[in-house]
């Protein structure tokens, strides 16, 4: 959620600082702040852009620095909750929720120390001010004050007269730079995007991991206090990635993205005449032959991925699956199965409730594990046995659109390849599979196409405050996933049921002025699809429906079809969720909201 940026060396740091929080934006902020050390410290906070913190900072020179952009959990979004927050010449910055920070606080209150925020934030500042009267280092200070921390956290930490900055991190991302060339330096920041304008070279610090950054040196000590080294990563991201380019919004460029980003994540079955398990890791083929059962966690948009995933899954592997939502999964008594192979999927591989779900699962005994992510060096791919990656490239909007469908193909290939590993896959109908992924960027390349109509149709969503969704089968997920886009940029209040549910309730809501979306391709469901819009149709409802070319759905009076160019039978969500998201992009440009950054959301949510 909230983003770090760290920066010591010799060049001036405060660009370096300014920019890192711009390409961090993406993940959701309400107010900004930056810690300068010149030597003495300087702090400048304000409420809303980056931009609006940027103008404070012009004309600001200095080698040591810390910045946040923070999206509120403790205390309203205010200029005085804004980080950094400072104790007598020190000042922190903080990703996360410290649990006992009530209890710290009542601790610290008593001591003398007098707190001028809300935020659980604060809490570190002075608790680490507290330690250093007995520990008289920064560094070993934050050792011992992160001991004391419930919780998690990410946290950036630096010392009037002392030319170190201090990191750490338990629960949330934070990873390192290694500043290359004359200007050199050393940096840190919750993903790599806010550092490669100086480096690729990344370190990503595991559990419980403290570091001393300065300007030409690392120092890194684990949780229990001995020094560690961690591997040097070269980052694949370049500035081009998290650009904005032509496009109007990322948002744009990242569902027109969808094609490449498909071809990158299906780009190892380019030129296969078979599936092999190995694709999702080394001890693959027995893990995944051993999978009795398949146990899919994730939050929002990668739950809808999990839910298309459960009809592949049982339909061509026929073994069970579950879907569970993660933040869920956690908090109730479940009946563990160690033979059941659980999925997480989570495009940052940062979700704190996803990861969290994960070693609980574990706990339990259930150590077949897989992640689906977009991310290489994310917690959760650490975490997992096995791991598959998602090569969408970077996702800045943060409505989520090609990881989404980055992830359903990679869903359908493990749906393929437990079929297989079970015996229920044909030569003839592997090799239709193996066919279908590799045209898949060229069909969705087609349903970009349609992208004109859709903007005729968004005209008419603009004064509507509410709107439906409907799907059947492996396209009820897509439904809800158009309704969750819909919503989170356009702020129509969307819902999204299964069509044959119409008659049980939702049916009461439907009048000439809630708009009903309708996906329609050309499946078995097709004739049950039509008696429900018929449904939609005598109470006066509009009917906007998104049909195959082959589909026997007719305009008339009150009925709008628009068809995409093909039918594509099992992988046919991939296809019907893009014009879906085109809907809700073009739905949010006519109510004038801003389309990359919702109000209230963030990106990564790396909080519960």
């Keep these: 959620m909230c983003g770090i940026v760290a920066a ?13 929080l711009q390409r961090l934006e993406y993940r959701g902020y309400d107010s900004a702040g930056m810690a300068l050390l010149n030597p003495t410290l ?21 080698h040591h620095g810390i910045a946040h952009t923070r999206w509120a959990t403790h205390g309203v979004p205010s200029e005085r909750n804004a980080h950094p927050h400072v104790s007598s010449g020190l000042a922190v910055v903080h990703n996360g929720i410290i649990e006992n920070y009530a ?39 934050v050792q011992q004050a992160t001991h004391r921390l419930i919780g998690a956290y990410a946290i950036a930490i630096l010392q009037e007269w002392d030319d170190r900055i201090i990191v750490a991190r338990q629960g949330a991302p934070l990873l390192l730079g290694v500043g290359e060339g004359a200007q050199g330096g050393r940096y840190a920041a919750s993903d790599a995007s806010a550092l490669i304008q100086v480096t690729r070279q990344m370190i990503y610090l595991e559990e419980g991991d403290v570091a001393e950054l300065k300007r030409d040196s690392i120092q890194i000590v684990g949780a229990d206090g001995t020094a560690v080294t961690r591997a040097v990563h070269e980052s694949s991201l370049s500035a081009n990635d998290v650009e904005l380019g032509s496009y109007a919004h990322y948002m744009q460029k990242e569902i027109f993205e969808q094609p490449q980003a498909l071809a990158a994540t299906l780009e190892m079955i380019g030129g296969a005449h078979t599936i092999f398990p190995n694709l999702f890791g080394v001890t693959a083929p027995e893990m995944l032959q051993d999978a009795k059962s398949v146990l899919i966690l994730a939050c929002g948009t990668s739950y809808h991925s999990g839910l ?6 049982e339909q061509l592997a026929g073994i069970p699956c579950t879907v569970e939502i993660a933040s869920e999964y956690r908090y109730r008594v479940s009946v563990p199965n160690p033979d ?32 689906l992510c977009n991310v290489p060096e994310s917690a959760i791919v650490r975490e997992c046995a096995l791991r598959f990656l998602t090569r969408a490239g970077p996702e800045i909007g943060v409505a989520s659109t090609k990881a989404f469908t980055t992830q359903l193909a990679a869903l359908f290939l493990l749906a393929v390849t437990l079929a297989k590993q079970n015996g229920r896959l044909s030569p003839d109908a592997e090799s239709a599979y193996l066919q279908s992924l590799r045209h898949l960027p060229v069909a969705v390349q087609k349903v970009l196409a349609l992208e004109p109509e859709i903007k005729l149709w968004s005209q008419r969503f603009a004064n509507k405050q509410h709107a439906l969704f409907l799907g059947r089968g492996h396209h009820y997920p897509i439904a809800m996933e158009g309704a969750l886009k819909l919503k989170e940029i356009s702020y129509i209040h969307a819902e999204a049921y299964p069509a044959g549910e119409l008659k049980h309730g939702p049916l009461a809501l439907v ?41 026997a759905v007719e305009e008339e009076p009150g009925l709008h079809i628009l068809r995409l160019p093909e039918h594509y039978g099992l992988l046919s969500p991939v296809l019907h969720v893009v014009p879906l998201q085109l809907l809700a992009y073009h739905v949010a440009l006519v109510k004038g909201t801003d389309v990359d950054k919702p109000r209230n959301l963030a990106k990564s949510v790396t909080v519960e």
């Design 8 to 20: 010591v060396a010799e060049r001036n740091i405060v660009p370096v600082l300014i920019e890192g």
């Design 42 to 62: 300087t702090r400048l906070r304000s409420v809303g852009r980056v931009a609006e913190l940027a103008a404070q900072a012009e004309g600001q020179v200095a």
């Design 103 to 141: 209890e710290l606080k009542t601790e610290l209150s008593a001591a003398g120390y007098v707190f001028t925020s809300d935020t659980d934030t604060e809490v570190i500042a002075h608790l680490i001010n507290h330690t250093l009267k007995t520990i008289p280092d920064l560094f070993l200070a």
């Design 308 to 313: 298309v995933a459960r009809y592949w899954i």
């Design 340 to 371: 059941q192979l659980v999925v997480a999927i989570s495009q940052s591989g940062e979700t704190a409730d996803t990861l969290a779900s994960v070693k609980h699962a574990k706990s339990l005994g259930m150590n077949k594990t897989l992640a």
């Design 511 to 551: 009048d000439a002025e809630m708009p009903v979306i309708s996906i329609a391709p050309n499946d078995s469901l097709l004739e049950k699809l039509k008696s429900n819009l018929k449904e939609v149709a005598a109470r006066g409802g509009e009917l906007y429906v998104f049909a195959d070319a082959d589909s």
